[in-house]
């Protein structure tokens, strides 16, 4: 497990570019047997990916979570953005499709992934937040989650949020989590941008072609600056941050936070004359 540090809004405007992927881009989640997980100090939010194509891959704590188990005082949320898979909670075998979700209780044993054909793997993406408590580990879809319509073609940005961890949908302590997808045509997300001091947000982009790339904005409104990001690759965004982007063409997201509270309308719209 990969540990990183926080950072403060007046050290970052100096960073060059290989420090702010350094700091903010996490660039290899999905390998080819593997569970890869990036610890951030920002909220101690775990940042995973897990891709099991020949193999059974079990979810362990490690050394750095000093814990008998990775669930012993986290909760998970998983989304497959790959082919069928399955996850088995201790005895329990879920079941999850493309965009499937798996919200897993703090408590339960160390979660097993596997793909149900290893010619189209699935890819679980993980996000694990600290846990002061149980709730149920429930599956949830993106029939089960009420679509929000977003943006318009006019300005490139239709899409439609589809919320599955959070305050009117599966319940948890601390994590929100959902995703994202822009229609065709459409490559901006979140714009106008905002930030919300009171959560930090990863973003994971996929549904990118190879040649495909997105520029992902980042930093104090005032101060903004970018990374190129390819498909299956995620941006950490400290409370400080904005976090919004344009594609090479339409994708999707998804969408991670944790922090002081769960609403995920605590927003700050930036103002457009504020935005440098
Ligand atoms: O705080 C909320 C998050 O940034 C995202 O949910 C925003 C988003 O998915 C979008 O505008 O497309
Ligand atoms: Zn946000």
Redesign the pocket.
Known sequence: MQIRHSTNPKDAKHYDTTRLREEYLIESLMEQDKINLVYSQIDRVITGGAMPVNERLSLAAGDALRATSFLQRRELGIINVGGDGTVDVGGTEYALGKLDCLYVSRGEADPVFSSVDSANPALFYLVSTPAHTEYPTTKYTQQDANPIH?GSLETSNK?T?YQYIHEKGVRSCQLVM?L?LLDTGSVW??FPA?T?DRRM?VYFYFNLGEDDRVMHLMGEPHETRHLVVKNHQAVLSPSWSI?SGAGTRNYG?I?A?AGENQA?DD?DAIDLNDFK
Do not use: A, K, P, S
């Open positions: 977003l899409r949020i959902g994202t997300n979140t905002h919300h947000e976090h997201f969408w936070m995920f927003m």
